[in-house]
């Protein structure tokens, strides 16, 4: 496995993959990393050669008063499990190198990136497309693969590629999950021993509307009061926003129908922690995966 410092040197790789017809899989991170991010890899390893994981903790998608100084960082312990899990390359850039002197272009998927995390976190989205876009121009993937624990950036995500005609496909995968249902997140670890407890809070919120679904209701107002209630029984827990929306728009819809995203965000002690599940119409049923 090869450490990729600059652009240049990663363009190259890419270069001679596509010339190879080999079909290079990205994985993009922060860091940091956990058993979710470990499973995109093994995700790629399913079709993909070379493998290239990202390590890029960047500085645009954070916004004021954010933890971009703070946000954990274990670059030798991650390099490890990556090379554990069978990347090939990790490209591993310095701020500077993404966003030299002078840069002043930035990527806006209108529409979809106002509302949520977007209302709650102004210009995050923003960040998040820009340096995709990079990774994607350097690095050239065939195919990237992104959680869905962040459901709202894989949207985006997707959206951009289809409008500018990437020539990259973009894999969801799926959440990965602790023992009690706690999503694995790398902000995981700045929650306090009594706070683990809370941190659950989004996850039961989830089950509880799963198990009013398959009991027949379909009412979205009520399933939404369900997911609040459930977050704001924790004392420890301040919910942001927990709210079922259109899979496709993200707009708020008053009954189930299709497919949809059941969204909920909060801050327990001083972390935000997110979470989604899936529900999916089925003939006169629903699914919810969680």
Known sequence: ME???????????????????????LVPTMGALHEGHLSLVHAARQGCSPIVASIFV???????????????????RDVAALEEAGVHYVFAPSPAEIYPAGFRTTVDVAGLSERLEGRSRPGH??????????????VQPRFAFFGRKDAQQHRIIRQMAADLNLDTQIV???????????????????????????????????????????????????LNTVMRTVVAAERSAALDYAEIVDADSLEPVMCL???????VAAFVGKTRLIDNALIEEFGDTFSVTL
């Open 3 to 25: 450490i990729v410092r600059t652009v240049e040197w990663m363009r190259q790789i890419a270069r001679e993959a596509r010339a190879g017809d080999r079909l290079t899989g």
């Open 58 to 76: 960047n500085p645009k998608q954070f916004g004021p008063g954010e933890d971009f100084e703070k946000y954990p960082r274990s670059f030798e």
């Open 125 to 138: 989205f923003r960040g998040v497309a820009t340096v995709v876009l990079k990774l994607f121009e350097i």
């Open 172 to 222: 969801g995968c799926p959440i990965v999950r602790e023992p009690d249902g706690l999503a694995m997140s790398s902000r995981n670890a700045y929650l306090r021993r009594e706070e683990r407890g809370a941190a659950t809070s989004l996850y039961r919120a989830l089950s509880a509307i799963k198990t009013e679904i398959e009991a027949g209701e379909r009412d979205v107002t009520r």
């Open 257 to 263: 129908r299709r497919t949809c995203l059941a969204l």
